[in-house]
């Protein structure tokens, strides 16, 4: 069974950092495109950033500048480098993976979410 597993997250100051890590694992022939979404609360989900197999980022304009979206195609981990961190970003971050599973299957997959809050 393919799954992602998020850590990073966590409480942090205004203009504070924080990494998030996504991996995924199990049978996996190909991973595609991954990405990182938040869903603040009373507010939708949105994304924050993406990141091909060949490297290539999208971002959410309220983030460019100041998160960084990685990956390390070896490991099937994707990576969300987060600094000058905002109250705005308090969110639960949600990492989300396209791939070809062991049987040539298609899967669209989501973390399980992990918090992160930035306060004083």
């Known amino acids: 069974q393919v799954q992602l597993v998020e850590s990073g997250g966590g409480l942090v100051q205004p203009g504070g950092s924080l990494r998030l890590s996504c991996a995924a694992s199990?049978?996996?022939?190909?991973?595609?495109?991954m990405g990182w979404y938040r869903q603040a609360p009373g507010k939708q989900c949105e994304l924050v950033a993406a990141?091909?197999?060949?490297?290539?980022?999208n971002y959410a304009s309220s983030v460019k500048g100041r998160f960084t979206i990685s990956r390390d195609n070896a490991r099937n981990t994707v990576y969300l480098q987060m600094s000058s961190l905002k109250p705005e970003d308090t969110a639960v971050y949600y990492c989300?993976?396209?791939?070809?599973?062991?049987?040539?299957?298609?899967?669209?997959?989501w973390g399980q979410g992990t918090l992160v809050t930035v306060s004083l």
């Open positions: 990141i091909t197999s060949g490297g290539s980022t």
């Open positions: 199990g049978s996996i022939i190909n991973l595609y495109t």
């Open positions: 989300n993976a396209e791939l070809l599973g062991a049987d040539y299957r298609y899967l669209e997959l």
